[in-house]
Structures are given as structure tokens and as C-alpha cells.
């Protein structure tokens, strides 16, 4: 049976001189080992994911390409401590996730992982500063600490002027630059992006691509992106194909 193992080894990557290059890079930080999840649809069982391996060392940025239903989300979900596998271990910094506390793994998702989602998923009674201040709220960061980290936050994705804005009236590719703003508050280790520019013009999914990549590059955050794109999945280092469950690369 063929390797399956996937890993990312960003020392020999990413260019000198680069916020990541100067950090402790090259150390596995997430890792999937031998994880199959299974999901049953009335008489129909699911094998979304097949004995995969997947190891993210810090500073990674790793794309995973693959046709709708063949696994994509669910690895993300596994990643980032939403969902638990039937077979294997979810390992982040030597621990399983499934030997670690309720409170634990809140921890792990709410300050290690950010999430961009395909929807943008935020809440439109809010204004942008509002929105991207929730994650911080449930970190237990101070009330001044939240608001200076979210208005900074949004000056660095080119939302300065639009921190009062609500979505309604703000443009997709605006509301999708809140969610970045959001998933980078909490400073993560790891930043998990479903289908970012799924629901953008090409246009605008470029330019929210260049800007993850700038920030990827900048802050020295291990990415993983799900999609469908090829144009998208060109900014990664490696790429990866979900195919009847399995990992190729």
C-alpha cells in the first residue's frame, strides 16, 4: 500500500528573510495518523476518510484539493478539534485530542485554531470590530485588550473604514476580509480556510488569496486551505488530493 503520509517540511520552503524563517520552524506542531471517520445517511454508511496520515509543521501551508463529498471538510473539521475520528489520533504537540479535556480542546479550538469559512459565517447584527472582537470574548481577553487587537486586526486587511460597518453593507469580498481579521485575532497557530473564495467573483478571490498568502508569509501561521480551485491551490506549498477517502499527493 502506498505512503500516505503528507508533511510539510517549511525550512526548505519558505523565503529567507521572512517572518517564518525566523522563527523555530520545521517542528511537527498537527498531525493525523491513521484516521478513518465514518458518517451513516439512513441505510448508507459513509467512509469520508480512509486510514489517513497528515502532518502540518509550523508554518506549513498545505492545500487540499478534492470533488465535493470526498472528505475535504471533514479533515478540516478533524483538524481543528470539531469532530473526532472512529480509528487514529488527532496528535497536537505529542497529545491526542481525544485524551484531552473538555475545556482543553475549547482551549485548542478557540486560541490555536482560526477558521475562514466559505459563507463567511459572521453575524450580521454586528459590525465588523464586533464580529472580529467575539473570538477574544470566549478567549477571556480583557475588554481594552480585545478592542485594540480587533481595530488592529482590520487596519492590516485594509478594513479601517469599515470597522462600524455591519455585513449587509459590506461586499463580499469586504465580509470575507472580516473573517480573516477574526480568524487571525486569537493569534493561532493554525489557520483552517473551507473554500475562501467559493463564494467571490475571480477578481476578488485573487485578491483575498494574495492577502492570506502575505499574512501566511508574514506571521508565520500554518494554513491549510480546502478546494476546488487549481488557481487557489497554486499558492501552496504542497498539495494534496482527497480521493475515496485517501490522501495523494
Do not use: C, W
Not at 500516505?4 to 521572512?18: D, I, K, M, Y
Not at 502532518?55 to 465535493?68: K, N, Q, R
Not at 467559493?198 to 501566511?216: K, P, T, W, Y
Amino acid at each position: 500500500m502506498a505512503d500516505q503520509t503528507a508533511a510539510v517540511n517549511s525550512e526548505h520552503r519558505q523565503a529567507p528573510g521572512s517572518a517564518l524563517a525566523a522563527r523555530t520552524a520545521n517542528l511537527p506542531s498537527i498531525a493525523l495518523r491513521e484516521v478513518t471517520k465514518r458518517y451513516r445517511m439512513g441505510d448508507e454508511e459513509i467512509l469520508a476518510l480512509d486510514g489517513v496520515n497528515l502532518t502540518l509543521f509550523d508554518g506549513s501551508y498545505v492545500a487540499v484539493m478534492g470533488p465535493s463529498g470526498s472528505g475535504k471538510s471533514t479533515l478540516a473539521n478533524l483538524l481543528g478539534g470539531l469532530d473526532t475520528p472512529d480509528v487514529g489520533q488527532v496528535v497536537v504537540d505529542g497529545k491526542d485530542l481525544a485524551h484531552m479535556s473538555d475545556g482543553e480542546r475549547s482551549r485548542y479550538r478557540n486560541r490555536s485554531i482560526g477558521y475562514i469559512f466559505q459563507s463567511f459565517n459572521l453575524q450580521p447584527t454586528l459590525t465588523a470590530l464586533q464580529n472580529v472582537t467575539m473570538p477574544m470574548v470566549f478567549a477571556g481577553v480583557a475588554g481594552r485588550e480585545r478592542r485594540q487587537r480587533a481595530e488592529q486586526a482590520l487596519e492590516h486587511v485594509g478594513l479601517a473604514d469599515r470597522m462600524n460597518h455591519r455585513p449587509t453593507q459590506l461586499s463580499g469580498g469586504q465580509r470575507q476580509r472580516v473573517a480573516i481579521a477574526r480568524a487571525l485575532v486569537n493569534r493561532p497557530r493554525l489557520i483552517l480556510a473551507d473554500e475562501p473564495t467559493g463564494n467571490l467573483d475571480s477578481a476578488r478571490g485573487q485578491e483575498i488569496m494574495e492577502l492570506i498568502v502575505a499574512l501566511h508569509r508574514e506571521k508565520g501561521i500554518s494554513l491549510l486551505v480546502i478546494t476546488h480551485d487549481q488557481e487557489v491551490a497554486n499558492h501552496a506549498q504542497q498539495v494534496l488530493h482527497l480521493r475515496d477517502g485517501r490522501l495523494h499527493e
